[in-house]
């Protein structure tokens, strides 16, 4: 693990790790390679280094399938008189035929989710920059205004597990960040 600790953000504070963790993570990720709590357990480094290694296919998974994308943006409930759907139209329980996603917005989504990672990965290393602190924040600002209109307005989203993870981890990297503007930015 020592070999790795030349390639971690040198900042004091655990914001630089937090944006380097999230830069490379997202609900697709935790879907797809669960973090079990050995992980977790291990070092702060050993953990960040498994999490990069898992985030390298998460930005790509979205150019080989539309699962995950279809399971986040799974479009309006059902009416209530409407028949439940077939056992053959269920992927691992999600009824996906209802979700507006497809094949182009599914990789839509992974270069939106490649640039924000590019973005906070940048931010993590330079914390101390104005510029790249105040981009990393427009990133969780703009997945929170993107998800909750997805869910609120446009009606694509509901709540759940998949859409629990952009909107907590867009919250709480926002207020996070601002809270911390002082502490980083002089």
């Not at 790790?17 to 992980?39: D, E, G, M, N």
């Not at 998974?61 to 699962?67: E, F, G, L, M, R």
């Not at 990393?136 to 446009?154: G, N, Q």
Request: charged share 10%; proline share 9%; glycine share 6%.
């Amino acid at each position: 693990m020592d070999n790795l600790k030349p390639y971690l953000p040198k900042h004091p504070g655990i914001l630089p790790y937090w944006l380097l963790i999230v830069c490379i993570c997202s609900p697709a990720t935790s879907a797809r390679f669960p973090i079990h709590s050995k992980v977790i357990a291990r070092t702060a480094a050993d953990s960040e280094f498994k999490l990069s290694v898992v985030s390298i296919g998460n930005s790509f998974q979205a150019y080989t399938t539309t699962y995950y994308s279809k399971r986040i943006y799974c479009g309006p409930p059902a009416a209530p008189n409407a028949p439940p759907p077939k056992p053959s139209q269920l992927t691992r329980g999600f009824d996906l035929t209802r979700s507006p996603a497809n094949e182009l917005s599914a990789r839509t989504f992974g270069t939106w989710t490649f640039l924000t990672s590019v973005v906070r990965l940048y931010a993590a290393y330079n914390i101390n920059n104005p510029v790249a602190y105040q981009l990393a924040i427009w990133t969780y600002a703009v997945a929170f205004m993107h998800f909750m209109s997805e869910w609120f307005y446009f009606g694509t989203t509901r709540w759940g597990a998949p859409l629990a993870g952009p909107a907590i981890v867009s919250t709480s990297g926002l207020v996070w960040m601002f809270m911390q503007w002082g502490h980083y930015v002089k």
